[in-house]
């Protein structure tokens, strides 16, 4: 069951949100609903803030505690583009807290990242280190502003995000053509403005390897998102439900 949290994390890590409120709810296979993804963007000329909270639902919440994964993107825009300046991701379970906060210093090119985790109200543990690779964007923003960064279908796009370690923030995005979009349509429905597929690295998916799917409706938000064949489980589904 803890997968099940681990895929509602990376699936919520695909949604953005605007300055109203912009809503969905997590599927996972045979388990039915099990979360729901609250996401808010507060905006003004310079600078944004992205917050996004990920809850459980039914069979998870009961086995994971109520646990909660909170994401905050904060920033600045260069050239119509959001970039981040600090990017959180906070996980509250029980009796447990974890703070995983980045900071990004764009003049000298590096990102830092401090690590906390509470138990009992006590902090037990605390590290910082200096990541191997650089970004302008976080999970959040890379997503956020994919509607204006792709302009072209039909093309593969290799990007960069700040909360991706484990493959040195590489994420690769194909956009296929319209002419091309057909299996696409058959897992994401065919209203979407246009679809992608993004590569990414988890262990607990059958291969090394997996691909997200994403539909972007026309105000430039996802849709709907699908991860294929969880090991035994089945899809993962993110779909927007306001």
């Known amino acids: 069951m803890k997968k099940i949290v681990t895929f509602i994390a990376f699936l919520s890590t695909f949604v953005f949100a605007s300055v109203d409120h912009v809503n969905y709810k997590a599927t996972f296979g045979v388990f039915g609903t099990v979360g729901s993804i609250h996401n808010t963007l ?3 000329t310079k600078t944004y803030v992205i917050d996004t909270t990920v809850k ?6 009961m ?14 825009f260069h050239n119509g583009l959001m970039v981040s300046d600090v990017y959180t991701m906070e996980t509250k379970k029980k009796h447990q807290r974890k703070l995983r906060e980045y900071t990004i210093n764009h003049t000298k090119k590096y990102v830092t990242k401090r690590y906390r985790k509470w138990s009992h109200g006590k902090l037990v ?3 910082v280190k200096k990541l191997k690779f650089y970004a302008e964007n976080d999970l959040l923003t890379l997503y956020f502003n994919m509607n204006k960064a792709i302009t072209n279908k039909g093309k593969v796009y290799h990007m960069k995000a700040v909360g991706l370690e484990k493959q040195k923030g590489l994420v690769e995005v194909t956009v296929p053509t319209d002419k091309n979009n057909k299996a696409y349509k058959k897992d994401l429905g065919s209203t979407a403005n246009w679809y992608a597929k993004a590569l990414i690295v988890q262990k ?9 799917l994403l539909s972007v409706s026309k105000d430039g938000y996802i849709k709907k998102s699908v991860i294929k064949d969880i090991l035994m489980y089945g899809d993962a589904k993110l779909i927007r439900t306001k």
């Open 204 to 212: 607990n998916f059958k291969k090394k390897k997996g691909d997200i």
């Open 42 to 44: 507060t905006k003004n």
């Open 125 to 127: 543990k605390d590290t």
């Open 56 to 61: 459980m639902a039914g069979l998870a919440k």
């Open 63 to 76: 086995i994971m505690g109520g646990q909660v994964e909170h994401y905050t993107s904060k920033g600045h």
